[in-house]
């Protein structure tokens, strides 16, 4: 039994009251270790620590600061097999893409940010002999960062990793469904020697104990990843307390294939953006619209290397579909199929569950599932279903998919596959979606704005975006 417990001030503690959570491995639908239901008194423990230990922290020069999330960085990879075994076992996700994509990733957070606090400079405006403006951009504080479960381990380092290097400390809570890989990287952070306080990781619902970080007094800014219902009601907590507030929240993404794309390289990336991680991604391209001319060519294609797409136990090597996260979440899904049927959809593979023999068989597992024949604005099109369910749509005209693209309420990414290279640019700035892909998926530069329009969010992460959100900026002018 995997016994998680709460890293707070430098230490790893049992949660005040002593009350524990059930942890379950979903592809086996067992429980398997249990971690903290830590509540408001928790939190309060943890704001103290990280407010005591912030002074020092800030002090400190980027470089140190920075040379300190290098070595976390640096342990992440060494404990790279450990660290993807924890997660692939926590979430359901198959091992071996925790290897090449979580864990890496995660690693790579904290690098970035380590060494991108050195480049971080003071802006300076001159007034040609009248005055000179200088920007300070000061560490705002204690900060919160709540994360999901889908991709667990990396994308709550993208949080932790920016907000320590620009001096502030941290209150983070992970998903109380994939715990796991937190826990390990709490013994990571004592092992690196990283000061007590700096970083405090404490474990809980989301009512219980993410509610509390959210209503802190000494929490000044809040950086979330998660539901958009979920980040509708921290707004509406954070906002009358005047705090700082990053949402990225959910997604409907709309993936575009012009027949005169490259199509062998349309249909293999679809294949990923997809069905990666059961489609709980949150850029999972979930609507794919096909010029007419190309529609059956695609979806021959689709459907045969979809077939390739192996179920099995996450830990298997040949395994490309693990478990969905849980029960619960299984349900939600297979409801949307459901909901599919009902709307007329034509069901073209999937739709059920399956039962993996052996150890996984109580596992939550499901059959990549994909629809055509269904409207754009059908609720199957326009809400998050955040599993490996797609439609196919053909469409006719640019102006046509535009507006079926730009339908949902949601604008977090979309991709464009063509070889017209005036087309791509024409439709990346008319589609209402953060982040644009051509001819690519999920590519990833730590430079550049991560986040999404409408419903999706608000604030970007990534690059400056990201050490500029955990900074107050003070303007000093100087009158010669
Ligand atoms: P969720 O909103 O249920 O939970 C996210 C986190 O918020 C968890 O840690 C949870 O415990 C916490 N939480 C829940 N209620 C809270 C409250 N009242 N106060 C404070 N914290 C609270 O989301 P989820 O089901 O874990 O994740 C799936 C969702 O995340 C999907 O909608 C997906 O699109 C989205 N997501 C978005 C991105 C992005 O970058 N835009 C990335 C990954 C996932």
Redesign the pocket.
């Known amino acids: 039994m995997l016994l998680i417990q709460n890293y707070l001030n430098g230490q790893l503690v049992p949660p005040l009251a002593g009350r524990y959570l059930d942890n379950i491995e979903p592809a086996t639908g067992q429980v398997y270790g249990q971690l903290p239901d830590s509540g408001p008194d928790d939190v309060a423990a943890a704001v103290a620590a990280a407010e005591a230990a912030l002074p020092a922290w800030r002090a400190l020069p980027a470089e140190e600061r920075g040379r300190m999330l290098v070595k976390i960085a640096d342990l992440i990879d060494a404990n790279l097999e450990r660290l993807a075994q924890a997660e692939s076992q926590d979430n359901g996700k198959p091992l071996s893409l925790a290897r090449v994509m979580d864990i890496p990733r995660a690693a790579s957070n904290f690098h970035f940010f380590g060494t991108a606090a050195e480049h971080f400079a003071t802006e300076a405006h001159m007034q040609e002999g009248i005055a000179l403006n200088y920007t300070v951009r000061h560490p705002i504080g204690v900060v919160g960062c709540?994360?999901?479960?889908?991709?667990p381990l990396y994308?709550f380092t993208w949080k932790i990793a920016p907000a320590l290097a620009v001096g502030c400390c941290v209150v983070a809570?992970?998903?109380?469904?994939?715990p796991a890989t937190a826990f390990l990287l709490s013994e990571l952070c004592m092992e690196a020697g990283l000061p007590p306080g700096v970083l405090n990781i404490i474990h809980?619902?989301?009512?219980g104990?993410?509610?509390?970080?959210?209503e802190h007094p000494g929490i000044k800014a809040?950086s979330?990843?998660?539901?958009?219902?979920?980040?509708r009601?921290?707004a509406r907590?954070a906002a009358p307390m005047f705090k700082k507030l990053s949402?990225?929240?959910?997604?409907k993404n709309p993936n575009l294939v012009f027949a005169d794309c490259d199509l062998a390289a349309a249909v293999a990336t679809s294949i990923r953006s997809s069905f990666a991680n059961q489609g709980?991604?949150?850029?999972c391209g979930s609507r794919i619209f096909i010029e007419r001319p190309v529609y059956e060519a695609f979806k021959t294609e689709f459907l045969q290397q979809l077939q390739a797409q192996k179920i099995g136990d996450p830990l298997a090597a040949d395994t490309k579909q693990g478990a969905l996260?849980s029960q619960a979440?299984l349900h939600k899904v297979l409801g949307y199929i459901e909901l599919a049927h009902e709307e007329g959809g034509r069901l073209l593979a999937g739709g059920k569950r399956v039962t993996v023999p052996g150890r996984c068989a109580e596992g939550y597992f499901l059959e990549p599932t994909v629809f055509e024949n269904l409207p754009h604005d059908c609720r199957t099109n326009q809400e998050?279903i955040?599993g490996p369910v797609v439609t196919l749509t053909p469409f006719d005209t640019e102006e046509e998919v535009i507006a079926w693209a730009n339908s949902t309420d949601y604008g977090?990414s979309a991709t464009i596959w063509t070889t017209n290279l005036t087309r791509a640019h024409r439709v990346a700035q008319a589609l209402h979606s953060g982040i644009v892909w051509v001819n690519t998926w999920l590519h990833r530069d730590l430079r550049t704005p991560?986040?999404?329009m409408k419903n999706?969010?608000v604030g970007r992460?990534g690059g400056l975006e990201a050490l500029r959100f955990f900074t107050e900026a003070q303007n000093v002018c100087v009158k010669f």
């Open positions: 709540i994360s999901p479960w889908n991709l994308l809570k992970p998903s109380e469904i994939t809980g619902t989301g009512p104990c993410g509610q509390a970080i959210v809040i979330f990843t998660g539901g958009t219902a979920t980040g009601h921290l907590t949402l990225e929240l959910g997604g709980q991604i949150c850029l996260v979440h998050e955040f977090l991560f986040g999404g999706s969010g992460e």
